[in-house]
């Protein structure tokens, strides 16, 4: 058992893609679940699909009164927060630098940043003093562009580097009593969208071609994971039971990015 029976998480961007997946899998480990998501719709269907079973607030993750107010109801309705998960987010589709016209850049790196690092800490502020009271934690969805280039444009790759940066800060700074950590997932296939400013909001990844078999291809463990298939290290960082004593720490789960190597061995497939 993880430990997390009746602990109340509370997770940003939970209507769609990797955030829905942590909705399910922390309500089938006991916990209680409170969600703030910018979509209506979005929170509608949580709303028709997990009725009484979590608490969904409307709100934008770039604006701290919506962290406020998520916190607040979080706590109105269970009593207490143990997890923070700063997991909304948005994309720049690769796009490379070159291909930005020299002044929309600085829009668009507003508004990807805004969401991507602005959100997270604002949420992280708005949560602290629960989360001091419970001895709580906070988890950060970062990505492999949080390690590696290739896995976005410049924009993205920055935002996601700056939140390595973000949970090694705020590690040091909230121990003892908050632990603060991140998980790094690879691909999947969602509706991680882009950019109002350059026209690309209604894109999402789910429709670029191929994406699976890419993912298939490019990991050494040949796989292309579904959302649910990331959750796992979310249990384990915010037990306190099973993650006591990790603190600054980011778990990738990208298929083995790191390890690819210069020639393919490939030596688990001759035995
Ligand atoms: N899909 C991937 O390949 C991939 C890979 C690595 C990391 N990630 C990260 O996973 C996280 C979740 O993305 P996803 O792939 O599940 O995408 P998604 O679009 O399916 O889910 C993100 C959710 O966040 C919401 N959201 C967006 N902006 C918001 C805002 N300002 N305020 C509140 N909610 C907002 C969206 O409405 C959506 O429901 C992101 O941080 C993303 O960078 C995704």
Request: proline share 4%; hydrophobic share 45%; glycine share 14%.
């Given at each position: 058992?993880?430990?997390?029976?009746?602990?109340?998480?509370?997770?940003?961007?939970?209507?769609?893609?990797?955030?829905?997946?942590?909705?399910?899998?922390?309500?089938?480990?006991?916990?209680?679940?409170?969600?703030?998501?910018?979509?209506?719709?979005?929170?509608?269907?949580?709303?028709?699909?997990?009725?009484?079973?979590?608490?969904?607030?409307?709100?934008?993750?770039?604006?701290?009164?919506?962290?406020?107010?998520?916190?607040e109801q979080a706590v109105a309705?269970?009593?207490?927060?143990?997890?923070?998960?700063?997991?909304?987010?948005?994309?720049?589709?690769?796009?490379?630098?070159?291909?930005?016209?020299?002044?929309?850049?600085?829009?668009?790196?507003?508004?990807?940043?805004?969401?991507?690092?602005?959100?997270?800490?604002?949420?992280?502020?708005?949560?602290?003093?629960?989360?001091?009271?419970?001895?709580?934690?906070?988890?950060?969805?970062?990505?492999?562009?949080?390690?590696?280039?290739?896995?976005?444009?410049?924009?993205?790759?920055?935002?996601?580097?700056?939140?390595?940066?973000?949970?090694?800060?705020?590690?040091?700074?909230?121990?003892?009593?908050?632990?603060?950590?991140?998980?790094?997932?690879?691909?999947?296939?969602?509706?991680?969208?882009?950019?109002?400013?350059?026209?690309?909001?209604?894109?999402?990844?789910?429709?670029?071609?191929?994406?699976?078999?890419?993912?298939?291809?490019?990991?050494?463990?040949?796989?292309?994971?579904?959302?649910?298939?990331?959750?796992?290290?979310?249990?384990?960082?915010?037990?306190?039971?099973?993650?006591?004593?990790?603190?600054?720490?980011?778990?990738?789960?990208?298929?083995?990015?790191?390890?690819?190597?210069?020639?393919?061995?490939?030596?688990?497939?001759?035995?």
């Open positions: 058992m993880s430990g997390l029976k009746e602990a109340v998480v509370l997770v940003t961007g939970g209507g769609s893609g990797l955030g829905r997946a942590l909705v399910q899998r922390f309500l089938s480990e006991g916990a209680r679940v409170a969600v703030l998501e910018s979509s209506a719709a979005r929170a509608e269907t949580l709303r028709s699909d997990f009725g009484r079973a979590i608490e969904v607030i409307v709100g934008d993750v770039t604006v701290y009164a919506d962290n406020a107010r998520a916190v309705r269970f009593g207490r927060l143990d997890t923070f998960i700063a997991n909304a987010g948005i994309f720049d589709f690769f796009q490379p630098l070159s291909q930005y016209d020299g002044d929309r850049l600085g829009a668009a790196f507003d508004e990807l940043l805004a969401v991507n690092v602005k959100g997270g800490l604002l949420g992280a502020r708005a949560a602290l003093a629960e989360l001091v009271k419970s001895r709580g934690s906070i988890i950060f969805t970062i990505s492999n562009a949080g390690f590696y280039p290739g896995g976005g444009g410049p924009i993205y790759t920055a935002s996601k580097h700056a939140l390595v940066g973000v949970v090694k800060q705020l590690a040091h700074e909230l121990a003892p009593k908050v632990r603060v950590n991140g998980v790094a997932p690879g691909g999947m296939k969602t509706n991680l969208s882009g950019l109002q400013s350059n026209g690309t909001h209604s894109q999402s990844l789910a429709d670029i071609d191929g994406l699976d078999q890419m993912l298939r291809d490019i990991t050494p463990l040949q796989i292309a994971p579904k959302p649910e298939d990331y959750c796992g290290p979310y249990v384990l960082l915010a037990s306190a039971a099973d993650a006591g004593p990790i603190t600054g720490a980011i778990i990738q789960t990208d298929g083995g990015l790191g390890v690819r190597g210069i020639v393919n061995v490939r030596g688990g497939e001759a035995l």
